[in-house]
């Protein structure tokens, strides 16, 4: 549980908003409970992809969610508890 020490595990809605700020676009879903956020940053592909069911979120989704975003844990959770925090991640 050392992980979660600074910060709770994210709520799905904490994930949305945090992807949101990090430039990514929500896609069409189709029948599923998985959604997919896209981006492109400095000609790369991000897609995330958020099972809101299984929020909150453990340790091993937010790592997946992170390694997706191409983001640490610890920048993907700022995002996603720090409401004021906006902005590209990616942006060199």
Do not use: R
């Not at 069409?28 to 981006?39: P, Y």
């Not at 940053?41 to 997706?68: E, H, I, R, W």
Request: with cysteine; proline share 7%.
């Amino acid at each position: 549980m050392a992980f979660f020490q600074k910060f709770a595990p994210p709520t799905c809605s904490e994930v949305k908003a945090a992807l949101k700020a990090m430039g990514f676009s929500p896609e069409k879903q189709n029948g599923t409970s998985h959604e997919h956020w896209t981006k492109i940053a400095n000609g790369k592909f991000y897609k995330v992809t958020v099972d809101c069911p299984k929020a909150p979120f453990g340790d091993t989704l937010v790592k997946s969610m992170a390694n997706q975003a191409g983001v640490s844990k610890k920048v993907f959770l700022q995002y996603c508890h720090d409401k004021k925090k906006k902005g590209d991640p990616h942006a060199f």
